[in-house]
């Protein structure tokens, strides 16, 4: 197999090229200096960009480069799902060493494309360079939606239902399980999937915009905590959360029944859950339950939506907790 100095940057976007399905006439797609992309009539388009970076986001050690590939477009297919859009066109820019193995790249490329086809999502661009300081992924996606269909952070309304979709914290146990040595194929393989191979709720947070039912919703990239408390600073307002009733995966709760203390930390801002979290009218409650049926896709109501401008998180006794961060921070 030829090495990537062999194939140079120009090689490497013909290959890129020719495994993706490129946007047909009059759009156009990668070969030219800008892409030609036409959303749909009546539909606005949505715009979201996600970096990836060697040994910040990810640790190639951790498991196959497939993966790697998927997770690198589904953390972007979350946004576009938390916006109650639907994804279309991604770019994709790479930054890589020099000697990087081909196989990993084609490993990233595989599951880039396997995950691109299963959302629909056409690849239209991108950009190649080398990188001095590990591999660099950048996926930038446009997604679209009807102007008056689109979930912002900003409309929270006081006394609104807050839902979560799926269960929480077993990215983050399955991150610290790959960090303890543990590696998929052995055990726990259910919490290293979910860190490694996140599923974007893209099906659930179109049907929740387009049934309109919804007042505002995020994905929870950086933890529950934090990320509600986007909505909070964005709608003027607060919300309260019981810990009590977040849903927890039978693998996350095995290993909390042996700890000393209850991991609710890495539940409420371990981060990387990829689950939506969105707050809606009480009225709402029975046919949003219907939407959780259709999808097969659990959603729970944890909380409500304050008046305080906090997110207060209380225990199962009652009392506040008091979590060490709200959620994951870079610097
Ligand atoms: N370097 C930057 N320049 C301009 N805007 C930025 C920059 N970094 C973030 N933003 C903007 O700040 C807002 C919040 O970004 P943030 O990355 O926290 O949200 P997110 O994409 O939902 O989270 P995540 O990156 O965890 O998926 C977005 O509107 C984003 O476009
Ligand atoms: C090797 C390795 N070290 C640490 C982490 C944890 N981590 C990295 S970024 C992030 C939040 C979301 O990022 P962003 O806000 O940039 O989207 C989290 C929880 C990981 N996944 N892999
Ligand atoms: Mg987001």
Avoid at 96 to 121: K, M, N, R, S, V
Wanted: charged share 20%; net charge negative; with cysteine.
């Amino acid at each position: 197999m030829k090495g990537l100095a062999e194939l140079g940057e120009f090689g490497l976007i013909d290959q890129i090229r020719a495994r993706f399905p490129q946007p047909v006439a009059p759009e156009l797609g990668i070969g030219d200096d800008a892409a030609l992309l036409s959303p749909s009539a009546g539909s606005q388009v949505v715009v979201s960009t996600d970096l990836l970076a060697e040994g910040v986001h990810f640790d190639l050690g951790f498991g196959p480069a497939r993966l790697l590939g998927r997770k690198s477009l589904a953390v972007n297919l979350s946004d576009i799902a938390s916006m109650g859009a639907v994804p279309r066109w991604f770019f994709l820019s790479l930054a890589i060493p020099a000697g990087f193995p081909l196989e990993t790249i084609e490993g990233l490329l595989d599951g880039l494309a396997e995950q691109a086809a299963e959302y629909g999502c056409i690849l239209a661009g991108g950009d190649t360079c080398g990188s001095k300081s590990g591999l660099v992924i950048s996926v930038t996606i446009m997604g679209e939606q009807r102007p008056e269909l689109i979930l912002k952070r900003s409309g929270a309304v006081l006394d609104d239902e807050v839902w979560v979709s799926g269960s929480l914290g077993d990215s983050a146990l399955g991150l610290q399980l790959l960090m303890e040595g543990k590696r998929l194929g052995q055990s726990d393989d259910y919490l290293m999937q979910r860190q490694l191979d996140p599923t974007p709720r893209c099906d659930l947070g179109r049907k929740l915009a387009e049934a309109g039912l919804v007042n505002a919703m995020i994905d929870i990239s950086d933890g529950l905590l934090a990320d509600l408390g986007h909505i909070g600073e964005q709608s003027g307002c607060g919300a309260e959360i019981q810990l009590g009733q977040l849903l927890l995966s039978p693998a996350f709760q095995a290993y909390a029944a042996n700890q000393h203390a209850f991991p609710w930390q890495l539940a409420v801002s371990g981060g990387e859950d990829y689950e939506l979290c969105f707050t809606a009218p009480v009225c709402n409650h029975g046919a949003i339950q219907k939407i959780s049926k259709t999808t097969g896709i659990p959603l729970t109501v944890i909380g409500k939506i304050t008046s305080s401008r906090q997110v207060q998180a209380i225990l199962p006794d009652g009392t506040n907790f008091q979590p060490s961060a709200s959620g994951y921070t870079h610097f």
